[in-house]
């Protein structure tokens, strides 16, 4: 039985949704509770840095998932695309007001110091399209070019691993892991766009 039979389907998107928060929530109450040790703002940058991982790797998913009949992520996958976006803007918004406090002459310096951070921008503007023509009405107005447009799927996936692979210091094994899992599900959809296309 299919997971939301006979549940209606913006109850059972919202539920989604409200699952998808609930690492945000664990955020918000290890940052009220003091556990998020000596830095909580690093702490925080990591937290919502890795749940939009997780989100990605989650959508990306979803097809191959459906594929071989389960596709409870598929059905949900613009719930979770949002989701991750929530993740990955309010990592943004954090790295504004934290680390330069909105001012272009402390984010001219950290870009010289930290040009991955550049990269992780990119990212996160290749996925604002995504998000913005999520809705059915912009599918609609957008037609054939609506599944074009997310292509951008491909490069934002790439520069998001790229930002944290930049980043990370001594402990490369997670990024590898993230790389080879990204490399995996990105291969099999651009060949799956290939033999549709043919
Ligand atoms: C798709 C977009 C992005 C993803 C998936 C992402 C993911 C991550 C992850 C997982 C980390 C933690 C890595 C670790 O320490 O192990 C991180 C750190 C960081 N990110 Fe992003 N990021 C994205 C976009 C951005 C953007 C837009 C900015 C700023 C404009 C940014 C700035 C930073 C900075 C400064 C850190 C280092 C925090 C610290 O250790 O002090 N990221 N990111």
Avoid: N
């Avoid at 989701?83 to 680390?99: E, I, K, M, T």
């Avoid at 990024?175 to 549709?196: E, M, S």
């Amino acid at each position: 039985m299919p997971l939301s039979a006979g549940v209606p389907r913006w109850v059972a998107t919202g539920v989604v949704f409200a699952l998808c928060l609930l690492p945000l929530l664990m955020l918000s109450i290890q940052l009220g509770t003091g556990q998020m040790g000596p830095d909580p703002a690093k702490r925080l940058m990591q937290g919502t840095g890795e749940w939009g991982l997780r989100g990605l790797i989650l959508v990306l998913l979803a097809a191959p998932m459906a594929k071989r009949g389960w596709p409870v992520l598929f059905r949900f996958r613009r719930v979770l695309g949002l989701s991750l976006f929530v993740y990955v803007s309010l990592h943004l918004l954090l790295f504004a007001q934290v680390y330069v406090g909105w001012s272009v002459t402390l984010l001219a310096e950290e870009l010289k110091e930290r040009p991955y951070v550049l990269v992780g921008f990119s990212a996160w503007l290749a996925m604002l399209p995504l998000a913005l023509t999520s809705t059915d009405r912009a599918r609609r107005w957008l037609g054939r070019r609506w599944k074009q447009l997310h292509r951008l799927i491909y490069p934002a996936t790439v520069l998001a691993w790229l930002h944290v692979f930049w980043l990370v210091r001594s402990d490369v094994g997670d990024a590898l892991l993230y790389g080879v899992i990204f490399a995996v599900l990105l291969l099999w959809r651009a060949r799956r766009a290939q033999l549709r296309g043919r």
